[in-house]
């Protein structure tokens, strides 16, 4: 039990990391949308250099994380691709406009809120992308490493589609573990117990604490 706890708060962890370096981007240049290692490698480098500079604020002061990602996750993010394959089918397709709506507000909130806090524990990681195994289609999976002197290499996998505005990220794996897929489970369970109406009002209570 307790190793299988370990190696969850490692994969959650870094998952968060992930998450940092579409936080944390210098918007001096355009990033390079057209190219999906390029925007990812665009990502990293300027999260990591955010990191170094912010570490003390972002232990501080976790606001400022809060702001960080709604300035710059959103432009690199596909928020309704995750929003979509986040929940059933049927419970998406059956779902108002309006509802559509407040889950992706929601949803992103609660991602951000969730893994955001891991920020403040950066150490010396750097990433390194792999090629694509084939041509890029519009839906693809870019597979990299998070390196660190302190530890085995940790594999993670990028999952990106190709829209009007260029690539955007909808969902990672790391070693294995889904980040739509974990809160797939969490939201069945609610879904189980009532719709998407009881959804809505879980995660509006979970934001807002």
């Known amino acids: 039990m307790e190793t299988k706890m370990l190696k969850n708060k490692i994969v959650y962890w870094f998952m968060a990391m992930m998450f940092g370096w579409m936080m944390i981007v210098t918007p001096a240049s355009a990033a390079p949308t057209a190219n999906p290692i390029a925007l990812l490698q665009y990502i990293a480098n300027n999260m990591i250099n955010g990191l170094k500079t912010n570490k003390a604020t972002l232990k501080t002061k976790p606001s400022v994380v809060y702001q960080l990602a709604y300035e710059y996750v959103v ?3 596909s928020l309704s691709e995750m929003s979509r394959r986040v929940l059933p089918p049927n419970v998406w397709n059956n779902a108002t406009d309006d509802q559509r709506k407040q889950f992706q507000d929601l949803f992103t909130k609660t991602v951000i809120r969730t893994y955001a806090s891991a920020l403040s524990n950066y150490e010396d990681q750097s990433i390194r992308f792999f090629p694509l195994r084939t041509g890029p289609g519009n839906n693809i999976e870019v597979r990299s490493q998070i390196i660190s002197s302190q530890r085995e290499p940790i594999n993670v996998t990028y999952r990106m589609i190709r829209t009007t505005g260029g690539w955007r990220l909808y969902d990672m794996s790391v070693e294995g573990v889904s980040m739509l897929g974990s ?8 879904l189980a117990q009532g719709n998407m109406a009881t959804l809505l009002g879980k995660l509006s209570g979970h934001t807002a604490r």
């Not at 809160?183 to 609610?190: E, L, M, R």
Request: overall charge negative; glycine content about 0%.
């Open 75 to 77: 432009p690199y993010a």
């Open 183 to 190: 809160f797939q489970a969490q939201f069945a369970d609610i």
